[in-house]
């Protein structure tokens, strides 16, 4: 709105008009790269995670079956172990070496193989039938014992009835042998132990409320005004001031791994280690000149210790009430302003205290995805200004994939 | 042998938008001298490179922002005003009212061609050389065209008191543009 003619004629002069410019592109140069590794660094941060419930998932899928190791361990031996199923005369047979020959001729790693393997006995009925008189028989007989005593060991496993011609085949467990309800018993048995009585991993990420429009005016005062530097000093170069604008929160992000241990059937305990990351805005005095709207970031890293009681309890749904304690350390805190960037260190730790409820629902056997709503309160303890310090008491909404080990 | 020429302004659009390093310095070198001089009408020579460096940050922040509607100068124009302001704001210096009270009424009307005499570039350093708050008003009111209700509201005062300042801003620029010109003679 330029009504005047001088104003006109200054205006025409200045239009336009260009002029060398410092070379400042070092600068925005350096500018551009702070930004683009915080985009990378959000990036990964979101990949990891999703590496890391996929890496979990995959362990779960190719574990393979619990069991498995212990219905092949009486055919190992069996093969392996001449011992257990040659009668003594069978060692005198032709065809078949003496007993001792074989074991000195097993390779060494068959032989410590045999002696890590576990007791035989319980896991291959069907084939060892001790003597009436002699039910000491049935004790486990490790290969080691086989190799210094095969004299006391021989006779005992097998019967005379089932020796083997010494042309025919010898006899190896399989599953015709286990008895008919050996699978349903194991594996049951196994069901009713991991529903009641399992530990858990869980993968959490979790969102806590800030105030409804996001904004919050923030009053100065001594108790978490409380950036650090140095010996403990409270910084004089930067300072929280609420002069132009109030101060606004960001949602902050948490993002864990935590294990749980069962207590009893009902009770559980958990521990693990929690990531958080604050972002708040606002007015700050560096070396006592306003910048407004300043970006802090705050990244704690923290270990929360939780109790839980499980007072629903189907196999695909649990309902529980928890409470937990947590520590988080800021192990980062940055001011960025402008293109400046500054960070300083912050002393001592956060304390909060969590209750809420969960549920729980388990898509498959050993893997679930839960859901915590619930209440949390960071106690006063001086640490920088965020969501925490100005809205100390919080509701928490984690959720999280949980799997059963 | 840089490929500036062979780069449309709507190539160096796309390019800094998609976070191309080369457009974004090319882009750079276009617009550098262009909006210098703009920073150092709000801020005087010595504030105006800083602001030089954060307004061309935001330009690369946001101009995936621009839909091509006006021009793309003007657009850039703006953020390396609204930074410059953000500045000032930052310093406080609009309220130092020193600035505005004790500043001279000036009186006369300048003599026609003397305004032709003086280069482009010293009426800029005359404009920088006014107090900060006589300035701003007549920046925003003489070269971008704002109501004295906006520049009140841009600097969070009256509009009488824009106009008052706006006056005293003209007065200063006329009475040292008569000087320079009789110092030139």
Request: hydrophobic share 40%; with cysteine; net charge negative.
């Amino acid at each position: 709105m330029v009504t005047n003619d001088f104003d006109q004629r200054l205006r025409d002069r200045l239009e336009g008009v260009t002029e060398p410019a410092p070379d400042v592109w070092e600068g925005i140069s350096k500018g551009l790269e702070r930004r683009r590794r915080k985009v990378l660094f959000r990036r990964f941060t979101v990949a990891a995670a999703a590496a890391a419930a996929v890496l979990a998932l995959a362990l779960l899928v190719f574990r393979g079956p619990r069991n498995g190791g212990q219905v092949e361990a009486p055919v190992q031996i069996a093969q392996t172990d001449p011992a257990v199923t040659a009668p003594a005369e069978a060692s005198q047979s032709p065809g078949i070496a003496p007993i001792e020959e074989q074991i000195a001729a097993l390779p060494q790693q068959a032989m410590a193989d045999a002696r890590m393997s576990k007791p035989v006995t319980p896991k291959k009925p069907a084939v060892v039938e001790p003597a009436a008189e002699e039910p000491a028989a049935i004790e486990p007989v490790e290969a080691a014992t086989v190799v210094e005593e095969p004299a006391v060991t021989t006779p005992v496993v097998t019967t005379p009835a089932e020796e083997p011609k010494a042309d025919e085949p010898q006899h190896l467990l399989t599953e015709d042998d286990l008895p008919a309800d050996y699978w349903t018993r194991e594996e049951s048995s196994e069901k009713s132990h991991n529903r009641t009585h399992t530990s858990q991993i869980s993968i959490l990420s979790n969102l806590t409320t800030v105030s409804s429009d996001g904004d919050l005016l923030y009053i100065p005062s001594a108790s978490h005004a409380s950036s650090q530097s140095g010996k403990g000093q409270a910084t004089t170069d930067i300072e929280p001031t609420s002069e132009a604008n109030a101060a606004k929160f960001y949602v902050p992000l948490t993002f864990g791994l935590q294990v749980a241990f069962p207590l009893t059937d009902r009770f559980s305990v958990a521990t693990g280690v929690t990531y958080s990351y604050l972002v708040s805005q606002y007015d700050i005095l560096y070396k006592k000149v306003l910048y407004e709207g300043a970006y802090n970031q705050l990244h704690y890293v923290g270990v929360p210790v939780s109790l839980s009681y499980r007072f629903v309890q189907t196999p695909h749904v649990g309902v529980y009430a928890s409470v937990s304690g947590a520590a988080e350390k800021c192990v980062g805190q940055r001011y960025v302003f402008g293109s400046n960037v500054a960070s300083e260190k912050v002393k001592g730790l956060q304390w909060s205290a969590k209750a809420g409820i969960g549920v729980e629902y388990w898509f498959i056997p050993h893997m679930g995805i839960y859901f915590d709503p619930s209440l949390v309160y960071f106690f006063d303890n001086k640490q920088p200004l965020s969501i925490r310090t100005q809205q100390p008491l919080q509701a928490s909404f984690e959720v999280g994939l949980r799997f059963k080990i | 042998m840089r490929k500036t020429s062979t780069y449309t302004e709507a190539d160096l659009i796309s390019g800094c938008a998609h976070g191309d390093r080369e457009a974004q310095r090319m882009l750079y070198e276009r617009y550098a001298p262009v909006m210098y001089p703009v920073c150092v009408r709000y801020l005087g020579r010595e504030d105006a490179k800083d602001i030089l460096q954060e307004g061309f940050l935001t330009v690369f922040d946001k101009i995936g922002t621009y839909k091509g509607e006006g021009s793309f100068e003007g657009w850039m124009r703006k953020i390396f005003v609204n930074a410059s302001l953000m500045h000032i704001r930052k310093v406080d210096v609009l309220r130092r009212t020193e600035d505005i009270d004790e500043t001279p009424e000036t009186s006369g009307v300048l003599e026609h061609g003397v305004l032709e005499q003086i280069s482009s570039r010293e009426i800029l350093d005359l404009v920088a050389g006014l107090p900060v708050g006589l300035r701003s008003v007549f920046n925003l009111f003489v070269m971008e065209g704002y109501s004295h209700a906006e520049v009140g509201a841009l600097l969070g005062i009256t509009e009488q008191s824009s106009r008052s300042q706006l006056s005293r801003a003209r007065s200063l620029l006329q009475e040292k543009i008569k000087q320079l010109y009789h110092g030139n003679k």
